[in-house]
């Protein structure tokens, strides 16, 4: 049932950018109306009720009657609670990466706010919020966990998203290595989306050094003709780099 209720909500959105001619991101939720993003719903009743639950709980709140409210994507940060301004995308399968310059594609989860008049009145996860530490007891840092598959392309990402999760790419320089995923910087990173309605995240650049990498996210879109994804303007960012223990060759 949900899945139907999912790709209803496709074809309804599909429908509307096709009619309308405006982006699918940020989405309008006007009255009488609800929305499904995997375990995310959110319903907004014709006398001003807005109800938005996940699976770690709901919130409320009456809006004047006949006003709408918007669903933006923003990265996954914030639920349960704001614990960390960082993400780390664990590959199912480690890349060996053979030295110089190559791009791999993954996905990472995204979160919905729920806007009215730019004021944030809810956040949601689609998907179950996991935490994991990245390196060691005493300089590890604290990340946003999702375990994802490895794409040589884009299009292999887009054929294989969740509800809930936007296309990821990365970009590894340097000496060969292992590399079992990915952290980075996310927080107020924007997130964009193509004329199809699929979401990315930023390009994330991976330099490999010795036992480690240093990664940065830019504010960069990893492929031409996206938008960003967000209501107003989003300047450009300048996140620091998150260094990022790598396994050891093997000989």
Same mark, same amino acid.
């Given at each position: 049932?949900?899945?139907? &209720?999912?790709?209803?909500?496709?074809?309804?959105? %599909?429908?509307?950018?096709?009619?309308? =001619?405006?982006?699918?991101?940020p989405k309008p939720l006007q009255p009488g109306k609800a929305e499904e993003i995997g375990e995310a719903r959110v319903s907004l009743s014709r006398d001003g009720l807005l109800e938005a639950c996940d699976r770690y709980g709901c919130s409320r709140a009456k809006l004047p009657p006949g006003r709408g409210v918007h669903l933006e994507p923003v990265p996954a940060l914030g639920r349960p609670e704001p614990l960390t301004s960082c993400i780390y995308v664990e590959f199912d399968a480690e890349v060996l990466h053979p030295g110089g310059s190559m791009t791999v594609w993954s996905l990472a989860p995204y979160e919905v706010a729920v806007t009215y008049e730019n004021v944030v009145l809810a956040? &949601?996860?689609?998907?179950?919020?996991?935490?994991? %530490?990245v390196g060691d007891l005493v300089e =590890?840092?604290?990340?946003?966990?999702?375990?994802s598959g490895v794409y040589e392309s884009r299009e292999e990402a887009l054929a294989s998203r969740e509800p809930g999760e936007a296309v990821l790419a990365v970009r590894l320089s340097g000496p060969p290595a292992r590399v079992p995923g990915v952290a980075f910087y996310a927080a107020m990173l924007p997130i964009y989306t193509d004329e199809g309605g699929a979401l990315y995240y930023p390009l994330v650049e991976m330099r490999i050094e010795e036992a480690q990498a240093m990664v940065r996210t830019t504010s960069q879109p990893p492929t031409a003709g996206l938008e960003v994804a967000q209501r107003g303007r989003r300047p450009l960012l300048l996140q620091p780099a998150l260094p990022q223990p790598l396994p050891p060759r093997r000989p």
């Amino acid at each position: 049932m949900i899945a139907g &209720l999912l790709q209803r909500g496709r074809v309804e959105a %599909l429908e509307e950018r096709r009619i309308g =001619g405006g982006r699918l991101y940020p989405k309008p939720l006007q009255p009488g109306k609800a929305e499904e993003i995997g375990e995310a719903r959110v319903s907004l009743s014709r006398d001003g009720l807005l109800e938005a639950c996940d699976r770690y709980g709901c919130s409320r709140a009456k809006l004047p009657p006949g006003r709408g409210v918007h669903l933006e994507p923003v990265p996954a940060l914030g639920r349960p609670e704001p614990l960390t301004s960082c993400i780390y995308v664990e590959f199912d399968a480690e890349v060996l990466h053979p030295g110089g310059s190559m791009t791999v594609w993954s996905l990472a989860p995204y979160e919905v706010a729920v806007t009215y008049e730019n004021v944030v009145l809810a956040r &949601l996860t689609p998907l179950p919020s996991k935490i994991t %530490l990245v390196g060691d007891l005493v300089e =590890g840092r604290i990340c946003r966990h999702h375990r994802s598959g490895v794409y040589e392309s884009r299009e292999e990402a887009l054929a294989s998203r969740e509800p809930g999760e936007a296309v990821l790419a990365v970009r590894l320089s340097g000496p060969p290595a292992r590399v079992p995923g990915v952290a980075f910087y996310a927080a107020m990173l924007p997130i964009y989306t193509d004329e199809g309605g699929a979401l990315y995240y930023p390009l994330v650049e991976m330099r490999i050094e010795e036992a480690q990498a240093m990664v940065r996210t830019t504010s960069q879109p990893p492929t031409a003709g996206l938008e960003v994804a967000q209501r107003g303007r989003r300047p450009l960012l300048l996140q620091p780099a998150l260094p990022q223990p790598l396994p050891p060759r093997r000989p």
